[in-house]
Every structure is written in structure tokens, then in C-alpha cells.
Nanobody
């Protein structure tokens, strides 16, 4: 099992940027689809982005396309989520998750096997 630790959350004004970091240990992230999810109070967990496979294929939720970018650095077993043009509706707890690469690809949170503890992002208007 892979262990995940997120960092990088905080308070930012609307229009600002943050970079979330997810450090994995125990297994190489090269074997996993690495996902980012978020959950706001009273709302369901929402898929944000994922990156995986030999070509670092990425997927994004509709609400973040064009603003957020997932990347990874396999040598350091680390995944990043760059968040630009932040909006108050991006406020949520953000979670890093890992899913052993298998078909079909999935963006459903319950298809992911391992989770970090989360990092809070607050965007003020």
C-alpha cells in the first residue's frame, strides 16, 4: 500500500494561486493513477484531477479545466496540483489519492485505494 501526505493548502484571495504537494511512500507512483479530490462542507467528494501512466496522462474535472494542472516527479515520488485563478467555490479540503493502474480508467473516488489526510484550501472573495 502506498502512503500519501499532502501539503500546500492555505488561505488565498480570489484570483490567486496555490500549489498542493502530495508525497508518496511505500510504493512508486509510477504504478498508480494519482488523483486529486476535494470536498466542501455539506457536499460530496468531487474529482479534481488525475495523472498516471507512462505518458503522464491527465484528466480534469469540468469545474477546474484550464485553471488547474496536475504534474508529477517520479524520482521524488511526488505529485503536484497547481491551482490558478482560484475562486471562492474552490474552497474545500483537498485530498490526494492513489489507484493501482488498471482498466478501465476511473475518476470515481471509491475506485481509489489509498488516501492522504487532506489539506484545506480557503479562497476569499
Amino acid at each position: 500500500q502506498v502512503q500519501l501526505v499532502e501539503s500546500g493548502g492555505g488561505l488565498v484571495q480570489a484570483g490567486g494561486s496555490l500549489r498542493l504537494v502530495c508525497v508518496a511512500s511505500g510504493r512508486s507512483i509510477s504504478n498508480y493513477d494519482m488523483g486529486w479530490f476535494r470536498q466542501a462542507p455539506g457536499k460530496e467528494r468531487e474529482f479534481v484531477a488525475s495523472i498516471g501512466g507512462p505518458e503522464a496522462s491527465t484528466r480534469y474535472g469540468d469545474s477546474v479545466k484550464g485553471r488547474f494542472r496536475a504534474s508529477r516527479y517520479i524520482a521524488e515520488n511526488t505529485v503536484y496540483l497547481r491551482m490558478n485563478s482560484l475562486k471562492p467555490e474552490d474552497t474545500a479540503d483537498y485530498y490526494c489519492a492513489a489507484r493501482l493502474i488498471r482498466l478501465p480508467p476511473s475518476t470515481a473516488w471509491d475506485d481509489f485505494d489509498s488516501w492522504g489526510q487532506g489539506t484545506q484550501v480557503t479562497v476569499s472573495s
